[in-house]
C-alpha cells in the first residue's frame, strides 16, 4: 500500500498486483485438477441401523456418515497412499464417496490416473493435456 493524494484528499492504494505466473514451457507442465472416483466393491452397511433407535434424523444421518466413513477408510487410505507417491500431485480425499481432487503436473496426473483402482474422472481442462505422446 502506499498513499496517494487526489484533489486534496489522501488514500491508501494497493500496489501493482504481481503479473501471473508465465504460462507452463510444455502441456506435461500445465496444472491440472481432475476430480476422481476410486473403484471399490459394493459397501457392506454393516450392522443394519434403525431410526427409531435414535433421538433425532440428524443424529441418525451422522450415525450413518460415520459407520460409512468408517468402513471406507482403509479403501481410501490405501488410494490416497499410492497417489501422494506420485510426485507433484497434490491428493484430498472425501471420505464417504470414495472421490478424491488430483490436482498438480499435466504428466503425474496422467502417470496417477492409471492405476487401476481409477475408475472413472472429470477434468478441469481440454482431455488433450492429459492423452499420451504419440510420438
Not at 20 to 25: K, R
Not at 52 to 61: G, L, S, V, W
Not at 72 to 94: F, S
Amino acid at each position: 500500500m502506499y498513499d496517494t493524494t487526489y484533489q486534496g484528499e489522501t488514500r491508501q492504494v494497493p500496489e501493482k498486483p504481481e503479473s501471473p505466473p508465465a504460462a507452463p514451457a510444455t502441456p506435461d507442465e500445465a496444472i491440472v485438477r481432475v476430480v476422481a472416483r476410486l473403484r471399490g466393491g459394493v459397501v457392506q452397511d454393516g450392522a443394519p441401523m434403525s431410526m427409531a433407535d435414535f433421538p433425532t434424523r440428524q443424529a441418525y444421518r451422522k450415525a450413518l456418515a460415520k459407520a460409512r466413513r468408517h468402513r471406507l477408510a482403509p479403501e481410501i487410505e490405501k488410494a490416497q497412499k499410492a497417489l501422494e507417491a506420485i510426485e507433484g500431485v497434490h491428493v484430498t480425499c472425501q471420505a464417504t464417496t470414495r472421490t478424491v481432487v488430483l490436482e498438480g503436473p499435466a504428466r503425474s496426473i496422467r502417470k496417477a490416473l492409471e492405476l487401476p483402482f481409477i475408475e472413472s474422472t472429470l477434468e478441469d481442462r481440454e482431455l488433450s493435456l492429459l492423452a499420451r505422446d504419440t510420438d
